[in-house]
């Protein structure tokens, strides 16, 4: 029979095997490949103006790991990954697909849905949360303008709006034609003119950040398009770095460790 030291060394064992690639804050980030994101691959799509390619090399100059795209979700592409970025992507998951991102999120993995304001990419976004309990938030309502300042981070305190690339409560972020969000259990994170939701944040099943475009395709362009607004980087890397956290250890285990101790 072990003892409470036993017991606790095993636990310590447990928890550290459990730990993401990120807890020294350098992160690992997958995205959809060039045939399945219409903004492309992050890990480097070559499609000029509608890529985005800036905000790849931002997340690798703030010392994260971008690895080449996928074109299906599994457990093997998912193994090692702190963030998935599903951007601009018409791919509807499979059932399978579905249950490897669950698990992927229930395990500490965080995710970022991207929809633009085609139908396409909106079935897709509600396809993936569907996939993970929180229902179909992207409404088919369209709203905002074409303006690099349109969008207006709320005041809250959340991933997205306070992290390493500062506060942005209350800045600006730039916008295109936005699929509006409905929040349901997430925090509003950001709205466009007319007060409409764009931006929502999720913190169960996992981290989850749901974005109405307010990002997208050449807003994330530097030398700058016309709709080009930093904020909207930073707003990203922000969520980004704010995961990696120890993925929690299942009751069940603890109860086997109890067991072994009695």
Known sequence: MLSRAGVIRIGFVILV???????AGALTIRSWDDANQR????????????EYGHLAAALTTNGHTVLP???A????????VDVFFHGTSSHIITAAEG???ADFVSHGGCLIVEVNSEPSEQLAGNAVMSALGVGSPFTGALGGTNSPTDGRFQNVVTRTTVGSQGDL??????????CVVAPGSGTIVGRVSGGLVTMVEYSAPGHILAVGDP??????????????NLNNEKAYINFIGGCGAVVPVKSSTWGALKAIYR
């Open 17 to 23: 095997s459990a730990w993401p690639q990120g807890v």
């Open 39 to 50: 903004g492309g691959d992050l890990f480097g799509s070559g499609l000029s103006r509608l």
């Open 69 to 71: 795209g996928i074109s």
């Open 73 to 80: 979700l599994t457990p093997a592409n998912l193994a090692g």
């Open 99 to 101: 249950s490897a991102l």
């Open 169 to 178: 409560r209350g800045l600006s972020y730039g916008t295109s034609l936005a």
């Open 215 to 228: 990002y997208g395709l050449n807003l994330f362009q530097n030398p700058p398009e016309f709709l080009y």
